[in-house]
Nanobody, 122 residues
């Protein structure tokens, strides 16, 4: 079992930055792929980024070059640095843990946090 808690959301203007954090419980967190997803009102949950146990990362095209995912296995934490934010980045952001890398499908991630709101105003 893995329990996840996100923090760091908030409101910023276009072009601003935010850093989201994900605190995980469970001794086996380091063996999981950690992902970030987001869900805007009226839209489906979508993949943002993921990072494997060895640091290999993957990004949605919409955030490449602006967002950076990282993890600290010793501290059981992960983060998502978001720069050059746009209004279309506004959503609830979720941290997730799963066993399979290379997938953008939320159904492949069995463990989820409750989410943190990110609002970007123009």
């Amino acid at each position: 079992q893995v329990q996840l808690v996100e923090s760091g959301g908030g409101s910023v203007q276009t072009g601003g930055s935010l850093r989201l954090s994900c605190a995980a419980s469970g001794r086996t967190f380091s063996s999981y792929v950690m992902g970030w997803f987001r869900q805007a009102p009226g839209k489906e949950r979508e993949f943002v980024a993921s990072i494997g146990w060895n640091g290999g990362s993957d990004y949605a095209d919409s955030v490449k070059g602006r967002f950076t995912i990282s993890r600290d296995n010793a501290r059981n934490t992960g983060s998502l640095q978001m720069n050059s934010l746009k209004p279309e980045d506004t959503a609830v952001y979720y941290c997730a843990a799963g066993r399979f890398s290379g997938t953008h499908n939320p159904s492949t991630y069995p463990y989820w946090g409750r989410g943190t709101q990110v609002t970007v105003s123009s």
